[in-house]
C-alpha cells in the first residue's frame, strides 16, 4: 500500500508556471507508475500524464504535450509535474496516483492509490 501527498498548487497567472509534487510513503515507489489527473468543477476527471516506474517512459494528453512535463525521483519517493504555459482551462483540482499494473492507463480505473488533490488555479 501506498499513501500519496500533493502540494505545490495555488494561483498564478495565464502564461506562468507551477510544479507540482507528490510524496509517497513506503519502500516500494519504484514498483509503481504514476500519473497525474485532473478534475474541473462539473467535470470527470481526465489523464493528465504518467510515467514509468523507472522513469524511462512518459505519457501525456494532447492538451499539455509541450507545456507539462513529468518526472520522478525514486530516491526521495517523489514524482513532479511541471506546469508552464499555464492556461485558465489547466485549472482544477490536480490528483497523483498510482498503479502496479505493467500496462499504463489513460483511465482514472488504472490506478489504485490516489491524493487528496491539490488546487491550480489560472486567472485570464
Known amino acids: 500500500q501506498v499513501q500519496l501527498v500533493e502540494s505545490g498548487g495555488g494561483l498564478v497567472q495565464a502564461g506562468g508556471s507551477l510544479r507540482l509534487s507528490c510524496a509517497a510513503s513506503?519502500?516500494?515507489?519504484?514498483?509503481?507508475?504514476m500519473g497525474w489527473f485532473r478534475q474541473a468543477p462539473g467535470k470527470e476527471r481526465e489523464f493528465v500524464a504518467a510515467?514509468?516506474?523507472?522513469?524511462?517512459?512518459?505519457y501525456y494528453a494532447d492538451s499539455v504535450k509541450g507545456r507539462f512535463t513529468i518526472s520522478r525521483d525514486n530516491a526521495q519517493n517523489t514524482v513532479y509535474l511541471q506546469m508552464n504555459s499555464l492556461k485558465p482551462e489547466d485549472t482544477a483540482v490536480h490528483y497523483c496516483a498510482a498503479t502496479g499494473r505493467l500496462v499504463i492507463l489513460r483511465v482514472p480505473a488504472g490506478y489504485d492509490y490516489w491524493g487528496q488533490g491539490t488546487q491550480v488555479t489560472v486567472s485570464s
Open positions: 510515467i514509468s516506474r523507472s522513469g524511462s517512459s512518459t
Open positions: 513506503g519502500r516500494t515507489f519504484s514498483t509503481y507508475a
